[in-house]
C-alpha cells in the first residue's frame, strides 16, 4: 500500500459513519483498499481494464452506469491525468456522489493539469 493509498484509507476511516457506506474507487487499477476498509464500508471498484476484474467496466470518456447519488465516497486516485474530458468526469462524479457524500481526488502532476 502506497502512502497516497494510506493517506485515502485515513480520510475514509475519518468520516465514517455508524451505517453501512458505499465506496466507488474509480481507476481501482490492483484494489489498493480492498480488505481494508471498516466492515460497514462496502467497495465497489470501476475500471476500463476488464482483465483487472473491477465491479463496473466503463470507459470514463463516456457517462458512467451508474444511478445518481449512489456513492458514500468516490475515489479517483491518479486517474483524471488519463482522461480526455476530466470537467465532464468530474460533473459525473458529483452525479453519482450523495448529497452529504465526499469525492476524493488525487494527481501525480496537479500542476499541468486546467479545467
Known amino acids: 500500500m502506497t502512502h497516497k493509498d494510506k493517506i485515502i ?3 475514509l476511516k475519518k ?3 455508524d451505517r453501512s457506506l458505499k465506496v466507488l474507487d474509480v481507476g481501482a487499477g490492483d484494489k ?3 480488505k ?3 466492515q460497514n464500508m ?3 471498484t470501476l475500471d476500463v481494464d476488464k482483465n483487472r476484474n473491477p465491479d463496473i467496466i466503463c470507459d470514463l470518456n463516456k457517462r458512467l452506469p451508474i444511478k445518481d447519488k449512489t456513492y458514500d465516497f468516490v475515489i479517483a486516485s491518479e486517474v483524471l491525468e488519463h482522461t480526455l474530458y476530466p470537467r465532464k468526469i468530474i460533473s459525473e462524479l458529483k452525479r453519482i ?3 452529504d457524500g465526499y469525492i ?3 494527481m501525480p502532476n496537479e500542476y499541468n493539469f486546467y479545467l
Do not use: V, W
Open 9 to 11: 484509507l485515513n480520510l
Open 15 to 17: 468520516y465514517n459513519k
Open 32 to 34: 489498493p483498499l480492498d
Open 36 to 38: 481494508k476498509l471498516p
Open 42 to 44: 462496502e467497495y465497489i
Open 97 to 99: 456522489t450523495k448529497k
Open 104 to 106: 476524493i481526488i488525487s
